[in-house]
């Protein structure tokens, strides 16, 4: 089985913004409602943003709220998190997440698969 990937991590300085990518090749993420979760250093993972199959549900943490959009693009089978306006508190790990049918929860409970995580760094 393929893994979930994600992509588009880096270093920014605070108002910039950055792209995440996750994608799972095989698996046609349409079919999945995805979740993109936050680690901070030295804190537990947290929902950012999540989006069910069909686009009918989303949730944003507000933390994240007018700054993150989560979207997907069935055509490259991937689902991108758009982060705008970083600040230092967005610095973290950004973890994929998928589960089958419409989330019930943004949280690490109601997902299974994950990815590895991309590092996103936004320093001053």
């Known amino acids: 089985q393929s893994a979930l990937v994600e992509s588009g991590g880096g270093s920014v300085q605070p108002g910039g913004s950055l792209r995440l990518s996750c994608t799972r090749a095989g698996y046609n993420l349409d079919e999945y409602s995805i979740g993109w979760f936050h680690q901070a250093p030295g804190r537990g993972r947290e929902g950012i943003s999540c989006?069910?199959?069909?686009?009918?549900?989303?949730y944003t943490a507000d933390s994240a709220k007018g700054r993150f959009t989560v979207y997907r693009d069935s055509a490259k089978n991937t689902v991108y998190l758009q982060m705008n306006n970083l600040t230092p508190e967005d610095t973290g790990v950004y973890y994929c997440?998928?589960?089958?049918?419409?989330?019930?929860?943004?949280?690490?409970?109601?997902?299974?698969?994950w990815g590895q995580g991309t590092q996103v760094t936004v320093f001053s």
């Open positions: 997440a998928t589960r089958r049918g419409i989330f019930k929860l943004c949280t690490l409970g109601d997902f299974g698969a």
């Open positions: 989006l069910s199959v069909k686009d009918i549900k989303t």
